[in-house]
């Protein structure tokens, strides 16, 4: 993998070529940095959340999510504790994590084409935004604004 720094007016991207798929450690190394830079009313939530990537969900996920193949599901939230039987956190501890899935997000980037930090981003920012109930269009908002140049 080669990663070059372009330094914009008021931003830094970073550009990748990838002569091999990206590993689970470059993924998670990307995820991690691109966790501090989402969108504020994610950030407000995601304070101790680490980021920990899996090439594809266990048995078990796939079975508890009724999935009909693995590589349907690209990210997952992993609360760490309950408050109480049915109530859910609305702010990430040290015991939450979020799992992204490796193959399904090569998968879906051989398939589509975008580039593949887009990809992760979108679908970072897709899948917190659900666990931390925000509204679809909110959801889209945010993913559209943080698209056009946050990293």
């Not at 920990?52 to 079975?63: G, K, N, Q, S």
């Not at 897709?126 to 931390?132: Q, W």
Request: hydrophobic share 35%; aromatic share 6%; proline share 5%.
């Amino acid at each position: 993998m080669q990663m070059a720094s372009v330094m914009g007016a008021q931003q830094q991207r970073i550009i990748m070529n990838h002569s091999v798929p990206p590993g689970t450690d470059e993924i998670e190394s990307i995820a991690g940095a691109m966790i501090e830079h989402l969108p504020e009313e994610l950030l407000e939530h995601c304070e101790g959340l680490a980021i920990r990537v899996e090439d594809f969900p266990d048995e078990t996920t796939v079975e508890e999510l009724d999935l009909e193949n693995p590589y349907d599901l690209l990210a997952q939230y992993k609360s760490g504790k309950e408050i109480s039987p049915g109530v859910e956190k609305k702010t990430a501890n040290d015991d939450d994590v979020l799992v992204i899935y490796r193959r399904p997000l090569l998968d879906m980037w051989c398939e589509s084409c975008d580039d593949l930090l887009g990809l992760l981003r979108q679908v970072m920012i897709e899948e917190l935004g659900r666990h931390f109930d925000f509204p679809d269009d909110e959801i889209e908002e945010m993913a559209r604004r943080h698209y056009q140049g946050m990293l």
